[in-house]
Structures are given as structure tokens and as C-alpha cells.
């Protein structure tokens, strides 16, 4: 997968999304950046931070994901695959579903996936440097040009849907004392059911986890 690293953009998501729409890239590709302005973050957040922490973009064609994986589980399935690259760092980074970062019980980062066409768009921050107010940064000393490269690697063989997620199910209980959002309400996940496809069942609803 080639990589294109820039010294700043106002948001890699943004940038990918306009290079693929204007056909001047094609996927895989990731883009990433040392700092970023005006980054996107899940539910219309903003995710903007200081240089040193990990802003990257992807482009996955759905030809090359595995054939059990489902859109529906691909938050979840690229989230987790960065978890357990950083957990052999020796990182105890965990993942609250369906795509946030935490160590102990304050977020690091997260995850957002986009569709376009047969293309899957997932934007990855992490902080590894520094933290806002109310958040944390990693527990590990890593570049994030280096971070990129390791996890770009990984697509080179990709795990099926089933291995990651038989190991995410033994992690969700880590979720069980937060909360969720659906349709910008909170959703308790204390009593949530985790379904095979990565949703949950939630007092009667279905929440699924792409986003």
C-alpha cells in the first residue's frame, strides 16, 4: 500500500476522499500527516491535534477484504487490527466499540469508515504524543510515520472477520461500565448483546457498528 505523507492538511479524510472522487488516486492508498487542522471525527466531531500524533487515511477496495466480512463489521475489523499492532508494541490499549481507543478508562483515539462505492475510506487518529483536556495520548513510545508503515504491512495478508472477531468478544466486556450513541442519543452498554456482525442489541434496538 503506498503511503503519502504530508507535513500538514486540514483534514487526510477530506484530502483522500476529494484525490479518489477526482480519480488522482486510487486505493489501497493511505495518506497521512504530521499535524492536521480541520480533521473529522465520528457523529460531525472535529478531531484536530498537535504534530506527533497519528492522522492517517485509507483507502481499501472491497476486493481485498476478507470474504466473511461484512460493511456492517469493518469499524470494528480495522480498529481492532490497529489494536492488536499496538498491543505487540507492548501497548495496553484497548477497544470500546465500536471504534474508540482507550487506555484505562480515557480515550487515546478512534476510528471513523466511510463508503465510497466498492472503496471503504477509514480515518484513523491516535494521540501518541499529547492529549486535550479530558483525553489521554499512548502508553508507548512510537513515531507515527512508523506506526503507518506497520499497520499498512498488515494488508499485505489480512485476518478473516472470524479470527478478529472472536478476539473482540472477549474484549467488548471492557465496554460493558460506557456508554454509546444512537441517533445522538446515549445507549448504556451494560446489558448489550454483541452480535456476530459486530451490532449490538440494545433495550430493543439494533445499533450497528459502522460509522
Given amino acids: 500500500m503506498d503511503i503519502h505523507w504530508f507535513e500538514s492538511l486540514e483534514s487526510t ?18 495518506i497521512g500527516a504530521v499535524s492536521q487542522t480541520q480533521g473529522k471525527g465520528s457523529r460531525g466531531n472535529s478531531w484536530t491535534g498537535m504534530s506527533g500524533n497519528l492522522f492517517i487515511s485509507l483507502a481499501i477496495p472491497r476486493s481485498m477484504l476478507p470474504d466473511d466480512l461484512k460493511l456492517e463489521s469493518s ?4 480498529a481492532f487490527m490497529m489494536k492488536d499492532f499496538l498491543t505487540s508494541l507492548n501497548s495496553n490499549v484497548w477497544l470500546k466499540w465500536p471504534n474508540d481507543f482507550y487506555i484505562d478508562d480515557k480515550k487515546i ?13 477509514c480515518g484513523i487518529g491516535l494521540n501518541l504524543v499529547s492529549a486535550p483536556e479530558c483525553f489521554a495520548k499512548i502508553d508507548i513510545d512510537v513515531d507515527a510515520y512508523d506506526l503507518t508503515e506497520g499497520y499498512c504491512s498488515l494488508f499485505k495478508n489480512l485476518p478473516p472477520w472470524k479470527q478478529i472477531f472472536s478476539k473482540y468478544q472477549i474484549e467488548f466486556e471492557n465496554s460493558r461500565k460506557f456508554f454509546t450513541h444512537n441517533n445522538n442519543e446515549k445507549v448504556a452498554l451494560e446489558r448489550a448483546v454483541l452480535l456476530e ?3 449490538l442489541e440494545c433495550d430493543g434496538q439494533r445499533i450497528f457498528s459502522l460509522r
Fill in 13 to 30: 479524510q477530506v484530502y483522500l476522499l476529494e484525490e479518489l472522487k477526482a480519480s488522482r488516486l486510487s486505493a489501497p492508498v493511505c
Fill in 75 to 78: 469499524s470494528i475489523y480495522l
Fill in 109 to 121: 483515539g478512534g476510528v471513523i469508515t466511510n463508503l465510497m462505492g466498492e472503496t471503504l475510506v
Fill in 197 to 199: 456482525d459486530g451490532s
